[in-house]
């Protein structure tokens, strides 16, 4: 079964506790949050405190996707502010394996992530100890842009890495998903689906959400 996991970050900010519980309630697996610096990708969001506040107003599992330079200095007040999942750029530090160990030893589920131009051959070292794998399919910093189609080869290639593990290991596709790809990607090994624009920018939540599950077609 596909998990949907719809990203805020095209929501109303200014009703982001409401429109975090009305995904929730609509059906939601993970909510998607993600974080930006304004350096590692040219925009900003939201930071720990923001996740912080949110996190009383429900229980769905927070995915949170960190989108910042140096993360290592960062993760402790990620993990306080109340992440399940914790995911950071490849790209983005050298302490890959001092970040995950710090993210498990706070209990908490270790992603890691790359973006469109980097190899998935990079996560293979790290495969052993993920819990999740994020492969972008646009360039990280915006909602709202075009699928990549490449995308679709790295994530036959991480589902086949995952295989390898024998491990329970999330894979995630995020950009640009809709309901006429998401099959494909479901096809290609995704079993999460980072939703932004598809289910924040019109309609209702429950009938995105629906159709975009629907339209996985497992
Ligand atoms: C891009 C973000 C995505 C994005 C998804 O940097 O990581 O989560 O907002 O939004 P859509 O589905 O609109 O591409
Ligand atoms: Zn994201």
Redesign the pocket.
């Known amino acids: 079964m596909m998990k949907i996991a719809p ?1 805020v ?2 929501a109303d900010f200014a009703r982001l506790g409401d429109e975090v519980v009305a995904a929730a309630k609509a059906g939601a697996d993970y909510m ?1 949050l ?1 974080v ?1 610096d304004g350096v590692f ?1 040219p ?1 900003m969001s939201f930071g720990q405190d923001i996740i912080k506040c949110l996190r009383p107003l429900t229980d769905i599992t927070f995915d949170v ?1 960190l ?1 910042i330079v140096e993360p290592e200095r960062y993760i402790d007040e990620y993990l306080k502010a109340g992440a399940d999942i914790l995911t950071f750029h490849y790209e983005s530090t050298e302490r890959h394996d001092e970040i995950i160990d710090r993210i498990h030893a706070a209990g908490v589920r270790a992603g890691m992530v790359i973006k469109p131009k980097t190899p998935v051959s990079v996560l293979e070292r790290f495969a052993e100890k993920l819990d999740l794998i994020l492969i ?1 399919s ?8 075009s699928f990549m189609p490449e995308s679709l080869e790295k994530l036959r290639q991480a589902r086949a890495l995952i295989e390898k593990t024998g491990r329970e290991i999330d894979l995630e596709i ?5 309901s006429h790809n998401i099959g494909l990607v479901a096809e290609a090994g995704a079993n999460v689906a ?5 289910v924040y ?1 019109g309609g209702d939540y429950v009938e995105n959400i629906r159709a975009l599950r629907a339209a996985a077609g497992k």
Request: proline share 3%; no cysteine; aromatic share 4%.
């Open positions: 990203s970050l095209t998607h993600d930006m990708v925009n996707h989108m972008m646009v360039e990280p910093g915006f909602g709202g842009q995020d950009g640009g998903i809709k980072v939703v932004g624009s598809a920018n």
